[in-house]
């Protein structure tokens, strides 16, 4: 049977096995996904080992993502344009490295039906996860994404790197008070129970707020938006799932419906 995994550490919470399952079980794919636990300096060594036993792809998690965009002999544009790579392919001794995170969030907010085209967007965070958005969420065209990180210099940094017009950057506390269309919380503040001390204002009632971030409960930066008057509050649980269909995809060439499996994750996280 064909082999995938997902490197990580921690991995111990992965829902990746979870979600590649019921996408194997939905298109009648035989294969098999583990996750495997990584130990910080022995990156390389797994994938080696993984290969070696017959591996054909691997999902990577954090922190192995810079890493792993290391390790790739052919890149696609996203993972190029990321600096970072989430799926690997392992093709007749060749490593392909792609980057699915950023097309995931998107689809995620047009299953919802919120229009990006002309919008105002606030991203807060400039790490990682705020990186390998940026290119798909401009590609849908937004008036302009406003990029604010705790660190000002990371989120002049983006604006740099990218050299868009429609790029800016500041601080939490000089984000231009006007409300948004969209917030999107790509820092992870969420993991530990708190958020970017923002301003009220920056939310109306056409206001979309997305964390990255998903829990049983709802992470306190969207409860905090909901009290607000947030329009709709969404967490990252779709854009989990929207990553890994992409992922799957390339991997087995047939897309899965999200949408059954985001609601089986729901209701598996509910009575976790
Ligand atoms: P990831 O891959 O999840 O983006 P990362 O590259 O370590 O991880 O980036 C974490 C992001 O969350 C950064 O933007 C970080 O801000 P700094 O650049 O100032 O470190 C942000 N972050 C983490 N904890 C935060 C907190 N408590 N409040 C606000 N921002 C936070």
């Not at 807060?124 to 302009?144: I, Q």
């Amino acid at each position: 049977m064909d082999q995938y995994c997902v490197f990580g550490n921690p991995i111990e919470h992965s829902r990746s096995p979870f979600i590649h399952q019921q996408f194997a079980q939905q298109t009648q794919q035989k294969l098999n996904y583990e996750k495997k636990f990584v130990e910080l300096k022995g990156f390389p060594q797994a994938v080696k080992t993984f290969i070696a036993q017959g591996g054909k792809g691997a999902n990577v998690t954090v922190p192995f993502k810079e890493q792993a965009l290391q390790l790739c002999d052919h890149l696609s544009e996203s993972a190029k344009q990321a600096g970072a790579v989430n799926t690997l392919s392992f093709i007749k001794g060749e490593i392909y490295g792609d980057n699915t995170d950023g097309i995931g969030l998107v689809q995620d907010l047009l299953r919802y039906n919120i229009s990006l085209a002309k919008s105002r967007i606030l991203l807060l965070g400039a790490g990682g996860a705020a990186k390998g958005v940026l290119l798909p969420l401009l590609a849908e065209n937004p008036a302009n994404i406003v990029i604010a990180n705790r660190t000002v210099s990371k989120a002049e940094q983006l604006c740099m790197q990218f050299t868009d017009k429609r790029l800016q950057s500041c601080g939490f506390d000089k984000i231009p008070q006007q409300p948004f269309n969209l917030i999107i919380n790509a820092t992870s503040a969420s993991l530990s129970g708190t958020f970017p001390a923002i301003s009220p204002q920056l939310i109306c009632e056409y206001t979309v707020c997305y964390d990255m971030v998903y829990g049983k409960e709802l992470t306190s930066f969207l409860q905090w938006a909901r009290i607000q008057g947030a329009e709709k509050v969404i967490d990252g649980l779709g854009m989990l799932v929207g990553q890994a269909a992409i992922s799957f995809n390339i991997w087995r060439n047939v897309t899965p419906d999200t949408e059954t499996v985001i609601e089986a994750l729901k209701a598996d996280l509910a009575v976790a």
